[in-house]
């Protein structure tokens, strides 16, 4: 991700009441959150019916529907819509699940760190209901998976958000991942 401290600036001041600084900032994050949709549905490989485009129009709606947030940076709001874009790929996977003649669910692989071949990788309503029984187990190490897979954060970004060291976000990552493969890979 780029352009951390105009992002942050510009952040802080849409909070403060500026529609100029939205004005300025919706291109930047527009085009960040774009790239990290297109990056995350190109690892689908089956079923994709969700276009990027698609998916950062409903991230923002969502955004724009809950209470005025007070924006610290970047890596919060980052932070915020990586989890906003997981609810929307879950909630488009759940509605091709129920529609009578839909298909299969929209197939999103974590392939950089499963060792499963593509025909068996997990769907996306797979890769949620893991994370939700990780959750429960550790919910940081969840919460780190969620911002690094969906929300594109580098290991630093993840850490700032967290409250931890960026080692500690290291290890957390690596065991959460290990936790997921073991759990995901009873039922792929």
Request: proline share 3%; net charge positive; aromatic share 6%.
């Amino acid at each position: 991700m780029s352009e951390g401290p105009s992002i942050t600036r510009l952040l802080v001041e849409w909070s403060n009441g500026s529609s100029a600084a939205l004005d300025e900032l919706t291109p930047h994050i527009y085009r960040e959150l774009h790239g990290l949709a297109r990056m995350y549905l190109r690892r689908n490989r089956r079923n994709q019916t969700l276009q990027a485009t698609v998916l950062i129009n409903e991230v923002y709606l969502r955004l724009i529907e809950q209470a005025p947030i007070h924006w610290e940076g970047r890596s919060q709001f980052f932070g915020i819509t990586a989890r906003l874009m997981r609810n929307v790929l879950v909630d488009h996977a759940r509605a091709r699940h129920a529609a009578k003649r839909g298909g299969d669910a929209v197939s999103i692989t974590l392939e950089e760190t499963m060792a499963l071949s593509p025909e068996h990788a997990p769907d996306i309503l797979e890769v949620h209901d893991a994370l939700c029984r990780l959750g429960q187990v550790d919910g940081r190490k969840a919460r780190i998976i969620e911002l690094r897979y969906f929300g594109g954060m580098t290991y630093d970004e993840i850490a700032s958000v967290s409250g931890v060291a960026a080692a500690t976000v290291k290890r957390d990552l690596r065991l959460g991942e290990a936790w997921l493969r073991r759990d995901l890979g009873g039922r792929a």
